[in-house]
């Protein structure tokens, strides 16, 4: 009896709650995209991301943000592969140079994929985030998703080039990989640093597993192990990291190397290049000239 009379009265709530959001519930809404992403979100995003990276590492360095580090550059990559395959589809970027480059990004993703895939693992007690870090990490997810995703997947080349001009996003794109190797190479610094603690409980079992000749070892003290103290990260652990930085600095050479001929294409409605390279003001981070989403805000 009181199962049947609370079924009733959710079927009432529900069916109320149906005329009230009738007609208002955004049922013709094609896309999430009602309008065409400001054009100059991508390249502030990135901008603001690279400094905003190195002003963190230039601190005492944290798993924690490693790992937000490791994410992102992650993400950057994967959308650098997909919007220049859809500017290629679309004719907007050569396709042979978009494939000679593909397979260094693939490598360059994989590697930021392994390492944060290890500092997961050494996650310690303070798992606190550098705010701005993760405000800058989210506003570049947010401009990349929203030329890259349609509702809950992928967008299709025809809906990015609706979207932006993909030639200019491919190239800020690919220009962000010379960047790269500076950030992979001032990541393998905070990896190196004797400052840089680890959950006890993650750096014991990441250094069973990378031990050969002593399997049985216990390389943290018993005591942090049982309360995950944060510890040093013990010799086999900083070695695997370190390889693991090693081979992002040398995919992120390769990649920035192969997209050499994508960042010099100009687009169709391009200037003249300087032959002096670009002036000092055009090194700081973009200015916003009309009013831009919220931060980290797709829409």
Known sequence: MRARDARERIGAIERLAGVSLKDKWPSALAHEHRDRPWPGRLEQALARWDLQAHRTLAGPPTVSNLEVIAQTQQVIVGATATIGAA??????????????????????????????????????????????????????????????????????????????????????????????????????????????TVGARGAHELAQASSAARTQAAWVDAGSLHQNRDVPLPHPVHDRLIDRADRIVKAAITADSASTALRQERPRSAQPARASGRHHQEREVPRATSPQPGIGCER
């Open 87 to 196: 500017g290629a589809q679309r004719g907007s970027l050569d396709a042979a140079a978009v494939e000679r480059v593909r397979p260094a990004l693939a490598e360059l993703g994989d590697s930021w994929s392994a390492l944060r895939g290890d500092l997961v693992e050494l996650r310690g007690r303070q798992a606190r985030v550098d705010r701005p870090l993760i405000q800058a990490g989210n506003e570049v997810q947010a401009a990349l998703r929203e030329i890259t995703h349609d509702r809950a997947g992928l967008a299709t080349p025809d809906v990015m080039s609706d979207r932006v001009d993909l030639q200019v996003a491919a190239q800020q794109l690919y220009q962000s990989l010379t960047a790269a190797v500076d950030l992979a190479h001032v990541t393998r610094d905070a990896l190196a640093d004797p400052e840089l």
